[in-house]
């Protein structure tokens, strides 16, 4: 009998936890974990995203300052808002918004951004920290890929996870994230052959292709628990990687889409403000 994990229930026990530690600083006099979120142009998805941290952060004790710019703006005038920024000793993290009009180049930016503010891990020095030590700073993606696989199988040791998507946003990340766990990694694109017999090797599929219902039971080992970050439209509703109903044949357990891994990535996103705004007064 195949389950689906129950996302939403990870988020409430771990925003509990953010909350409490925002009002530990709050009794002790100190100041508030903020968050400057930068939005270039009027992307309704990004819009949306802007306002959902607003509500979350703000629902945790936290502030959040939105910063929009419009669509025209220089290349020059975003580095210079991100300088500001990482002056602001009242700002503790900094997300960008993605994907930013052509003419910025977005490298630039994620360069731009102090690595110890850079709440979303974009900056290249906290991919090589991820990469080369302990340190770091994950995106939040994969990190609540790891929150669920944790909470869902406890100890991870030396199990054999598949993660097909090899995106610098999730797959990548992943792969460092899952080591640290101690785990055996496979990461697949689109250019693995025998792809149905590599992914049912894993115990733990993961699946961040942004190919809407692909991973079927041909995919999948028996008792395999599934993770689906892939989100996409599908005759306009928001449809996963997995086919839920065929999955469910031979998943132990699944996540869902929606409903699923997203459910969790906006609290981890401020479970690492409130990391990095420890760090910043310590
Ligand atoms: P991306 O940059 O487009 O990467 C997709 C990856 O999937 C690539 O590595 C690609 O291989 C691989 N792929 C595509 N088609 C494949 C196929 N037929 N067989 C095997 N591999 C295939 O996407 P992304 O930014 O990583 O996002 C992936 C999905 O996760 C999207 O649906 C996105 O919307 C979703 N997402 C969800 C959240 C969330 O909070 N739930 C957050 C971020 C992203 P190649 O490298 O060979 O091209």
Redesign the pocket.
Known sequence: MSEIINVSAIAKVEKEKIRKRIESFRSNGKATPTLATVLVGEDPGSVYYMDMQKKVLESLGGTMLKLTLTEDVSEQELLSTIGDLNNDDKVHGIMILFPLPKHIDEHKVAMKISPSKDIDGVNPMNIGLLASTSGGIAPC?PSSVVEILKDTLGELKGKHAVI????N???KPLIQLLLREHMTVTV?????RD?KEVARSGEVLIS????PK?ITEEYVGDGAVVID????ELDGKITGDCDLESVMKKASLVTKVPGG??TL?TTILMRTLVDLYEKSES
Do not use: D, K
């Open positions: 993606t097909i998507g090899r995106s946003i999730v797959g697949c694109h689109s250019r693995t792809l961040a292709m942004g190919r692909m970050v892939g989100t996409s891994v997203g990535t």
